[in-house]
């Protein structure tokens, strides 16, 4: 028996670390969190609790296969690795010949993270001189207008939550989705008497649980914002010393705020106007009060504005000041900054993709015939883009095309992996080299593989290596081995490594970067925007023909969408999966659970929809078929569907949430607007 160090590969920003129990035979035969690190604290959530169960399920794929009948159809036939590369690379080189490297297409995000599965095949695509793909769905958006904002890496530390007296959960379902901060730090302040409000439209767990639960319309988090910051300054509630000190463009703003009156605040969230002002001198009177954000309330087409609003909040009240007041935001700067990503991107002096085209809009990329040159060539990895990307339908009409040769690196039979060419089995956590630095804390972790791969499984980096030889890309960053990166990544004598190395960090498994005990980024200013202050007026804002001040614009729908589509679907995360490779509905985690769609009861009883029922949910995208569940839960209007279940997890097995999600962009356009998305609701006969 041996124990092996690692961390979980899911897109999460708790991180955990976890250690691999192996027999002499070299099976994983136990798994569990890591008992003394101290964000893990030794648990694992449910997601991962049958982790080992899903490596050695019966449904891995275990080696390369070729398609054998209809695209969709998900029927294979066996191949070598050799055939398979060698249909790939020569389907590669023939598109090319024809059209271009332009021609070619990877599509991938976050379905197992770790720095070097994540972005295996960046420094490819780029040496390829492939068509360049903008990923960000949904973080972008945050992480940019926070940075617009307060700039970039202005996040206080998770654990210093512990130390606030007000805790703002914004726009984000933390007992769920973060559920190590929320049994951790925010568990300790509570303990200590802090106060937790949780904004959000739908009463999730964490707003069941919550002190106090605002419960505003989609969409509105910049306007309930806006009159916040009204009644402070109206209030004289404000930080005068630290506004004066700290930040630019006070006037501009104050007089920005006086078109966000609690009255008009309250006709745009639907909110009381009492709570808003409550809401206001709460926040502005309690010391130290931390905002929570992280990732859910930017998918709508208005996405930016609510996060630059925010971000304003704690330098007009000069929260930043205490331990455990500031916005408690994306983590992830500290890894950037602490290792030597070019172990895994290269020197990056590859020239700009020529030709960028977003991710979230998919579907659209496949089949608009004035793509020039066409995507004739498309890899599929980390990702399951017909479940995770919104318009489903179009994503499938695109992975259709007789034209695309599509290959698809995965470890189970996704509805993606069904539209493969060629589909190639890819190794779990347990059978890999990984580094995890987080998004949400301050730790890293390495992950040498406990295990020997199964079947013929390899890691995305041996499969880029594999193409970077075949197509003789011999560039040290594109062949050299998972061990060399990690010992590269951490060879950077950052002194946030603390003197940490490869050897050092492989015997501990883990190390918290080495920050200061009083981590309080922004306490006396030093904000990382262009003129080093919090930029109420940010003029890179202005600069780019944007609104340089933070407001609040309506999602834009014409009478006829309402009229047609009368309730607003949200399709968040759920607390028992994540990354919907894992969703596999014959898995444990899932098993006797179905994906139901929550109505408000007034809108339940204007449809004669009761608990229980089977309903279908429409727009002009698609379907989806499932039981309701009537509940207060979301505001009258609004619907719920989860993100992320498969199709195969519908009443008719056809088609899941992003069957009726948009598949425009977000205000700046770095995200999604899924969750723009109107719909009608009606039982089924
Ligand atoms: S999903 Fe998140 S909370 Fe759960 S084990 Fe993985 S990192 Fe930890």
Known sequence: MKTVHGACPHDCPDTCAWQVTVDDTGRAVGLAGTPDHPYTRGALCSKLKRYPER???????LYPMRRSGPKGSGRFERVSWDEALAEVVARLQDGIARHGPLTAMPANFAGTIGILQRWAGDAFFARLGATGVDRQICGNVAYTAVANTVGPGASILPEDLAHSRLIIVWGTNTAATN????????????????????????????????????????????????????????????????????TQGFDALAARLAEYPPARVAEITGLEVEAIERLARLYATTRP??????????????GSLGFRAVACLPALTGAWRERGGGLCHFTGHLVVEALDFSAVFGPGDDPAPARTVHLAQLGRVLTDPRMDPPITWLMVYNLNPVVTMPNQNLVRRGLEREDLFTVVHEHFMTDTARYADILLPATMQFEHWELMGAWGQDYVAINPPAIAPRGEAIANTELFRRLSRALGFDEPWLTSDDETRVRQLLATGHPWLGGVDFDELSRRGWMRLALPEDYRPRADGGFTTPSGKCEFHSPTLAAAGLDPLPGYVPIAESDDARRAWPLRLVSAKVAHFLNSEYVNPRQ??????????QLHPQDAAARAIASGDAVRMWNGLGEVRAVARVSGDTPAGVVSLPFSWWPADSLDGAASANALTPDGLSDRRFGSNAFDARVEVAKLA
Do not use: C, F, K
Request: charged share 20%; hydrophobic share 45%.
């Open 55 to 61: 490596v050695y399920s019966a449904e891995r794929l």
């Open 179 to 246: 559920v190590h901060l929320w049994g951790g730090a925010i568990r300790e302040a509570r303990r200590q008497g802090a106060q937790v409000v949780v904004v959000d439209p739908v009463r999730t767990p964490t707003a069941a649980h919550a002190d106090w639960h605002v419960q505003l319309q989609p969409g509105t988090d910049a306007a309930l914002a806006l009159g916040m910051m009204h009644v402070i300054v109206r209030d004289e509630l404000h930080d005068a010393d630290y506004i004066a000190r700290h």
């Open 289 to 302: 009060a931390a905002i929570r954000l992280m990732v859910g309330m930017e998918r709508y087409s208005n």
């Open 588 to 597: 444990a985690s899932t098993r006797g659970q179905q994906p139901e769609i």
